[in-house]
């Protein structure tokens, strides 16, 4: 069965410096894709950053960057500079695809990420 | 702009009443889901759809009804039946010619039994 554990409920990080968010996850497949979405108090969820099973490289997208370990199954992610913005939930999501289901995300508990002035 | 559009924002309901929650998204997708959130936790699988007139339930489908008549509505209904409905409800749409795009969401509607 696939998971996604998030083993940090709660984080703070000083403004400007970089924090990461530890994400593992538990699949068979071969062929798998990672997500990272945040939630902030509003609701909504906001796609990060993505990385594919078969990537040789880790995703980058601004301050957001995915440090990809496929041998340990793990998808940290890591947010450079923070920003009071940053404050918010933080969800690590694994696709998988399900015979006549298509494509599936799974998702982790989740991580609280606070920025402090 | 495309994006998926949920409403009511924020719903009451008193026990023992049905109450449905509205998704449209005119994205294209083929693919629609819904997910419950409690205060704090992550996200868990109601019901899905892949193509109209089909859904499948997910994780926690008991006390939930969904219908998919067409491509763009994924309504759902909270029966009287779910005993604990309070939380707030994400609606999600997804195409397979984009999977590495994952998921779109709305907004969400916060369910709230008075």
């Known amino acids: 069965a696939q998971k996604i554990t998030q083993t940090q409920p709660g984080m703070f990080v000083q403004e400007k410096e970089a924090v990461t968010l530890d994400c593992t996850y538990d699949?068979?497949?071969?062929?798998?894709?990672l997500f990272w979405y945040k939630q902030p108090s509003s609701g909504e969820m906001i796609f990060l950053i993505y990385?594919?099973?078969?990537?040789?490289q880790n995703a980058t997208e601004g301050r957001y960057s995915l440090n990809f370990q496929k041998a340990r199954k793990s998808a940290n992610l890591v947010i450079s500079a923070s920003q009071l913005g940053d404050s918010a939930m933080y969800f690590c999501a694994m696709r998988r695809y399900i015979f006549n289901a298509g494509n599936m995300l799974t998702f982790g508990g989740g991580t609280r990420l606070m920025v402090k002035p | 702009d495309g994006g998926i559009t949920q409403s009511p924002k924020y719903l009451f309901r008193k026990e023992g009443q049905n109450v449905t929650l509205s998704c449209e998204q005119n994205?294209?997708?083929?693919?629609m889901y819904w997910y419950r959130q409690d205060p704090g936790q992550g996200l868990r699988l109601i019901y899905y759809?892949?193509?109209?007139?089909?859904?499948q339930k997910g994780d926690i489908a008991e006390g939930y009804s969904v219908s998919r008549e067409k491509k763009e509505s994924f309504p759902l209904t909270v029966t009287s039946a779910q005993k604990n409905p309070t939380a707030f409800y994400l609606c999600a749409s997804s195409t397979r010619d984009r999977p590495n795009y994952g998921y779109t969401f709305g907004s969400g509607t916060r369910l709230t039994v008075v």
């Open positions: 990385q594919g099973s078969y990537d040789q």
């Open positions: 994205l294209n997708h083929d693919a």
């Open positions: 699949t068979s497949d071969p062929s798998y894709g």
């Open positions: 759809s892949q193509i109209v007139n089909d859904f």
